[in-house]
């Protein structure tokens, strides 16, 4: 028996074509909703960094304005003058607290025999340092290191330098040192024994 197809058109699997259509359609769906909402998301979030933007933009304005309008209601030379008188207070302040008393009695204690102060020059710096140059008289090298170390061991004088040495027509070594000086509060007096009156002997 002979089996002939007879229809008018070829077969198709309508179904299967259908089925891809529409997953088709719905992954299109889905990626197109995703841009969308990631469109507005990233939308949303530079209209907020413009508004911040813009705000902190002003603020700095206003902050400059401000700044500009004192920086004109100074007067320079009163500014100047109360610099001045501050410095002026300050460095009185400090000498009355630095002492030469102590200091020459700190020299006379740690001063070698061969060595000869000839001129201590005291320089107060802006963050109230007492800066000392002593200009010293020796016989050698070895007595001014003699005369450093000894300083050292005060605890009163820090950051020791020699700034220039030389000899003079005499043959003695001339040097310049520079020290940091640190006064200490004198230990105070130990209070006086108070006398008691000796026990009465017998009557």
Do not use: C
Request: no cysteine; glycine share 2%.
């Amino acid at each position: 028996m002979i089996h002939t197809n007879l229809s008018t058109r070829p077969f198709y699997n309508e179904r299967a074509v259908r089925v891809w259509l529409s997953a088709l359609a719905v992954i299109v769906v889905v990626a197109t909703a995703f841009n969308v909402t990631r469109l507005l998301r990233y939308s949303r979030s530079d209209t907020e960094l413009a508004s911040q933007a813009s705000r902190d933009e002003t603020r700095t304005t206003e902050i400059r304005t401000a700044a500009g309008a004192l920086l004109a209601g100074v007067d320079p030379t009163q500014v100047k003058a109360a610099s001045l008188e501050a410095r002026l207070a300050n460095d009185l302040i400090d000498r009355r607290t630095f002492s030469w008393t102590e200091l020459f009695n700190r020299f006379e204690t740690t001063l070698p025999d061969e060595v000869r102060i000839t001129s201590v020059r005291p320089r107060v710096e802006e963050d109230r340092r007492i800066i000392l140059t002593i200009t010293v008289l020796a016989r050698s090298v070895d007595d001014v290191d003699q005369f450093f170390q000894r300083l050292d061991e005060t605890g009163a004088f820090d950051g020791l330098l020699s700034r220039e040495e030389r000899v003079n027509e005499q043959g003695q070594l001339e040097a310049s040192l520079e020290t940091m000086y640190v006064p200490k509060p004198a230990p105070a007096a130990e209070p006086a024994a108070v006398a008691r009156p000796a026990p009465a002997g017998p009557p």
